[in-house]
């Protein structure tokens, strides 16, 4: 299996006289996330804080799809997510609240505007779960199906604690569509810092146990950690860091990893294929 790299980025990652997208597509990442898609009470969809879609209809800047697309020819980018959540969100309350009420069928206003994305945005592979509060299974799995049902090839989750609850997902998840996940980006900052020391005993391990012998647990996760951010960019990691903590994590077969947040190593003034590179290089 080849190596891959991750990048989540926010505003940059949106069209724009700064948008980062033609720099990203010669980065060396191989996955691009869109962050972060929130979920409106009345099912609207918003890029952060713009409104993309809206009573089934794509409002958001209609040069995104083609950016996109050309992002992934020609440079090393190969995949892209749009990630729903974050912390202090309340966006998969809102999905669990629209599911409960209108379902999950064409009619519903999640399906239509999900669907209005897609065919405005055909370049996104699939959808990223940041859930960090809500944690219903139930959501979980009907989106996912939802999702798949109208076109998204891949879902991935951004968890940061919570391993049996994301687990369990995936295995319901595998009996009704196998393969549908394709990986969980775990949180190695923040309040996911304490899995730094413990992938393997406290995410790989179970979910080996939970999915059998015959599944490569040590390559569906991928971690993540933070690129030099905060006051005089004093905090984080520089590339340096992030490779030794990568050839660390290679002896437990880990085979790709994420950097949070390309916003910040614009901010910074750093190199992303530095970054890029420090996970790529640290694995190899």
């Known amino acids: 299996m080849a190596l891959t790299a991750s990048i989540y980025g926010g505003g940059p990652f949106y069209p724009g006289e700064n948008s980062a997208l033609p720099t990203i597509k010669k980065s060396d ?12 009470p009345n099912g609207d969809l918003a890029y952060n804080d713009t409104l993309i879609v ?12 083609q950016q996109l697309a050309e992002v992934k020819e020609g440079g090393s980018v190969n995949r892209i997510l749009f990630s729903i959540g974050g912390w202090e969100t309340n966006d998969f309350y809102h999905i669990m609240t629209l599911l409960n009420t209108q379902g999950d069928g064409p009619t519903s206003i999640l399906y239509r505007n999900f669907q209005a994305l897609l065919e405005a945005i055909p370049a996104i592979d699939g959808i990223d779960y940041d859930d960090e509060g ?20 891949q879902i991935t989750f951004c968890p940061y604690t919570n391993s049996a609850f994301w ?12 393969g549908l996940v394709t990986g969980f980006n775990l949180q190695c900052y923040a309040g996911g810092a304490g899995n ?24 569906f996760i991928d971690p993540g950690l ?59």
């Open 29 to 40: 990442f191989t996955t691009v996330v869109c962050w972060a898609l929130h979920v409106r």
């Open 54 to 65: 809206t009573s089934g209809s794509y409002v958001g800047d209609h040069s995104w799809g």
């Open 134 to 153: 809500n944690y219903n299974i139930n959501t979980i799995t009907r989106l996912s199906r939802m999702l798949a049902t109208i076109g998204y090839k």
């Open 167 to 178: 687990i369990n997902c995936l295995v319901l998840l595998e009996k009704t569509n196998p």
């Open 196 to 219: 730094i020391g413990y992938v393997k005993q406290g995410w790989i391990d179970p979910l080996q146990k939970a999915m059998g012998s015959n599944f490569d647990a040590a390559g």
């Open 226 to 284: 933070w690129c030099k951010h905060g006051d005089n960019c004093t905090q984080g990691m520089d590339p340096k860091q992030i490779k030794s903590q990568f050839t660390k994590w290679k002896k437990d077969k880990i085979q790709g990893g994420f950097i949070w947040l390309y916003d910040d190593i614009e901010k910074c003034g750093n190199d992303p294929q530095a970054y890029a590179n420090a996970i790529l290089s640290g694995l190899k």
